[in-house]
């Protein structure tokens, strides 16, 4: 059932109030939530906790329980407005999953560093750590699942983009009702565009090579016309001679540059209906790319991955004043891989994917 135009509206505005509180007073209260757990954790809350009277142990387990409750529930209404506001966004799926897979998969490490494993078994710090996961789980998941939909929506655009000028020639009905069925890449002579009165004299159709590779056709070149409009009379004198004045009844330069030609082709539907079926093609192509480019480079890849989590260990023993830190990045290598390249994955896609529209339909290569 089709919403009337007063319901869309009603529920457009709906959903612009939603994403108006959820980012109103979600994004500050998560952002105050994280400042008064890490407060807690680098305070003196948790190192005074054994000298602590039991009315204050209460009161810290209890304010500590409001925050994290109020982080889950706050991260979520501003991620749902978020998502509403910028839905179309790229940048928000992929800030997102950088946000997310921070707190998801380095907050361990990271805060146990800067607190020299002091409260590995404390309860208190154990929930915050929990949170802070939860917190990165929640932003991670709709990131990657935005940065998916980012992909697959350009590979669906970049098929149906109409990049290039229609031109209407009166017979589209006449087209509609003649149905070919499409090749997978079709010859100019094999589209809906092809005309049967035009493709006798069609130079395309008698060399047998499409109206792109000789930068003239029946959408682009007058004389194919004239010619296809006047064989019914090549016997008529009259229309000879009309033939015959106009220089259509020989061959003949049009006097036009290759750039010339080439720009005339960019606002032809018929190439723009080549260019769709390129990226239709090639656009699939950039998956087992992606994949056979880690494949090979998968070693060098491993060991750069090794080399910047061997550096993160000394920058946190660093931060920590200690030689060496309690929670070491490289002993989660081949996790910490697999993740690096699941995101290189999914970022090099995207932009391979918008590079290969930028190509086809922007450079028309």
Same mark, same amino acid.
């Given at each position: 059932?089709?919403?009337?135009?007063?319901?869309?509206?009603?529920?457009?505005?709906?959903l612009?109030?939603?994403?108006?509180?959820?980012?109103?007073?979600?994004?500050?209260?998560?952002?105050?939530? &994280?400042v008064? *757990?890490?407060? @807690?954790?680098f305070?003196?809350?948790?190192?005074? /906790?054994?000298?602590?009277?039991?009315? $204050? #142990?209460?009161?810290?387990?209890?304010?500590?329980?409001?925050?994290?409750?109020?982080?889950?529930?706050?991260?979520i209404?501003?991620?749902?407005?978020?998502?509403?506001?910028?839905?179309?966004?790229?940048?928000?799926g992929?800030?997102?999953?950088?946000?997310?897979?921070?707190?998801?998969?380095?907050?361990p490490?990271?805060?146990?560093d800067?607190?020299?494993?002091?409260?590995?078994t404390n309860?208190?710090?154990?929930?915050?750590?929990n949170?802070?996961?939860?917190f990165?789980? &929640?932003?991670? *998941?709709?990131? @990657?699942?935005?940065?998916?939909?980012?992909?697959? /929506?350009?590979?669906?655009?970049g098929? $149906? #983009?109409q990049?290039i000028?229609e031109?209407?020639?009166g017979?589209?009905q006449?087209?509609?009702?003649?149905?070919?069925?499409?090749?997978?890449?079709?010859?100019c002579?094999?589209m809906?565009?092809?005309?049967?009165?035009?493709?006798n004299?069609?130079?395309?159709?008698?060399?047998?090579k499409?109206?792109?590779?000789?930068?003239?056709?029946?959408?682009?070149?007058?004389g194919?016309?004239?010619?296809?409009?006047?064989?019914?009379g090549?016997d008529?004198?009259?229309?000879?001679? &009309?033939?015959?004045?106009?220089g259509?009844?020989?061959?003949?330069?049009?006097g036009?540059?290759?750039?010339?030609k080439r720009?005339?082709?960019?606002?032809?539907s018929?190439?723009?209906?080549?260019?769709?079926?390129?990226?239709?093609?090639?656009?699939?192509?950039?998956?087992?790319a992606v994949?056979?480019l880690?494949?090979?480079?998968?070693?060098?890849?491993?060991?750069?991955i090794?080399v910047?989590?061997?550096?993160?260990d000394?920058f946190?023993?660093?931060?920590a004043?200690?030689?060496?830190?309690?929670?070491?990045f490289?002993?989660e290598?081949?996790i910490?891989?697999?993740?690096?390249?699941?995101?290189?994955? &999914?970022?090099?896609?995207?932009?391979?994917l918008?590079?290969?529209?930028?190509?086809?339909f922007?450079?028309?290569?």
């Amino acid at each position: 059932m089709r919403l009337s135009a007063r319901r869309r509206s009603q529920f457009i505005g709906f959903l612009a109030t939603i994403s108006g509180i959820g980012m109103k007073y979600g994004i500050p209260l998560t952002l105050l939530s &994280i400042v008064y *757990l890490l407060f @807690v954790i680098f305070g003196p809350h948790l190192r005074s /906790m054994p000298k602590m009277t039991p009315q $204050n #142990l209460a009161y810290l387990e209890h304010s500590v329980s409001v925050a994290r409750t109020l982080l889950i529930a706050s991260s979520i209404a501003a991620v749902l407005g978020l998502i509403i506001r910028f839905f179309y966004e790229e940048v928000l799926g992929q800030g997102l999953a950088l946000l997310g897979g921070l707190f998801f998969f380095f907050t361990p490490a990271i805060l146990g560093d800067l607190t020299m494993g002091a409260f590995k078994t404390n309860p208190i710090y154990q929930s915050i750590i929990n949170t802070f996961g939860m917190f990165g789980l &929640i932003c991670l *998941l709709p990131g @990657v699942d935005l940065i998916m939909r980012d992909a697959a /929506m350009r590979i669906w655009n970049g098929i $149906n #983009l109409q990049k290039i000028m229609e031109r209407g020639w009166g017979d589209e009905q006449e087209r509609v009702k003649k149905f070919r069925k499409p090749k997978m890449y079709a010859k100019c002579w094999d589209m809906a565009f092809c005309r049967d009165f035009v493709r006798n004299v069609c130079p395309a159709w008698k060399k047998k090579k499409p109206c792109w590779r000789l930068k003239s056709g029946c959408y682009c070149d007058e004389g194919t016309v004239m010619r296809a409009l006047t064989v019914e009379g090549k016997d008529n004198p009259h229309l000879r001679g &009309i033939l015959h004045s106009l220089g259509l009844d020989k061959a003949r330069s049009d006097g036009l540059s290759g750039a010339q030609k080439r720009a005339r082709c960019r606002r032809c539907s018929i190439y723009a209906e080549h260019q769709r079926q390129k990226y239709r093609l090639s656009s699939p192509m950039m998956f087992p790319a992606v994949g056979l480019l880690f494949l090979v480079f998968y070693n060098q890849i491993s060991t750069w991955i090794g080399v910047v989590l061997e550096r993160a260990d000394h920058f946190m023993s660093f931060l920590a004043y200690q030689p060496g830190t309690v929670y070491s990045f490289a002993h989660e290598k081949n996790i910490l891989t697999i993740l690096t390249l699941v995101w290189l994955g &999914i970022m090099i896609l995207s932009y391979a994917l918008r590079g290969l529209e930028y190509l086809i339909f922007e450079m028309q290569v």
